[in-house]
C-alpha cells in the first residue's frame, strides 16, 4: 500500500522552492525598478536629497520639474479610468476578489509611480513597488496561483528590513499560508540585498545611538510624553485621514484632467521652501535626529503638518504611492518638535516613537502591521514609547 506522505512532503518542498523563487525575483525586481526611480530622482534633485538634507535647487528649477511631471502624469492618466497606482492595501484587497487583480493599465500604473517618486512627491515607493511585482507575477503565472503571487509580493517587502512584515500584510487569508510567504520574504530579502535595494531604502534611524534614560523620574517622564505623543499621533492621523476624505469628496482628479500639473508646481514649490514637505522621508529622519539639519521648532512643525497634508494632496489629485513613508517622517518630525518645545518631558525617541505610533493607529487597520512596521522604520528606537502610543491611537481610535 502506498504511503501518499512522501508525495505530498515533495509537494510541499517544491511549492516551497517555488515561493523562494517567486520571493527573489520580486525582490529584485523591486530593488532594479525603485533603485533607477531614485538614481533619477537624486539626478534631478541633487545629491544631497538621497542623505536626506534639502536641495540646493532653484525656485525655477523646482517649478519646472514638477510642472513638467505634472504634465506627463496628466496625459498618461487622461481618459484611462483606473489607470493610477493604487495603493498597496487596494492592490491586496483585488487579490481577494473572485476576479483578482485587475492589469489592463499595470503599465501605466507603474510608470506613474515611478513619475511620481523620482519628482519628488511628498509619497513612499511601497505602493508602486507591490504593484509592479504584483502585475509581473500575474503575467507570468497567469493568476493561476495566488499563492505565488502572495509570495512574491512578501518578498517586494523585504525593503522593510522585516521577514515578518510580509506574512503580517498578507496573513488571515487561506490562500496566503505560512509556507509560502516566509519562504516568499526570505527570498525576498535576499533578492533585494543583492541587488543592492537596502543601500537605498529603509534607513530609518539605522547609526543613531540609543538613548535610554538609567534614572527612574526620566523613566516616567517618557511614560508620560509618550501618552501625550499617542493623542498627538492620533490627531495627526485624523487630519491626513478626513483631509483626505474632503478631497475625495471634491473628486479632483475627475473633474479636472490636469490637476496634477497644479499639484506638481505646489511640490516644486514646497521644496524649495519646505524641504520637509516632500520626498518620501525615509532618509530625512536620521539628519534631523543627529541635528545635521537644523530646523527653527516653529518651521518643524510647519514643515510636519505640510507634509501630511501635501500626502493626501498627491494621493488624490494623481500623484500616486504609498503614504507610510511619508507618515512615518512627518509623525516623527512632529514629535521632535514637541520635543523642542516640552524638553523637560521624556526624550526625543519618545516623543518622535509614541507620535509616530498613535498615528499609524488611525491609518492601520492591523495593530501588529503597525508595531511591525513602526519598529523596522524606526529600528528599534523608542520602541516602548511607539507601544504606548499604538495603544492610544488604537484607544481613541474606537472611542471616536
Known sequence: MNNPLPSQQRG??????RSVLAGAAGG??????????LQIQGWIWGATVQRGLPSDRSLFWCLLWCGAIGVALSLLQRRHAGSSLPELQDTLAELRTAEGLNTQHGLRQVIGGMLALAGGGTLGPEALMTRLVAVVSHAIWKGADRDLLAAAMAGSLGLFRSPLLGGAALAGRQWQLIWRWL???IGGIAGFVAFHGLSDLGGGLRGVSYAWP????????DLLAALIAGIAGWLAGQLIRRWRQWLQTLQLLESFWWIPIGTGLLIGLCLWGLPLAGFSGESQLKPLVLNEWRLD??????SAVAKL??????LETGWRGGQFFPVVLASSALGIGLHQWLPWIGTIDSWSAGVVGGCLAVLLNSPLLGLILGLTLLQGHGAGALVIGLLVGLILQRRH
Open 309 to 314: 497634508l501635501m500626502v493626501g494632496l498627491c
Open 28 to 37: 529584485s525586481l523591486a530593488a532594479l525598478v525603485v533603485g533607477c526611480t
Open 183 to 185: 519562504p516568499g520574504t
Open 12 to 17: 510541499l518542498l517544491a511549492g516551497m522552492a
Open 214 to 221: 538609567a534614572d527612574p523620574t526620566q523613566r516616567l517622564g
Open 297 to 302: 521648532t516653529a518651521i518643524l512643525m510647519l
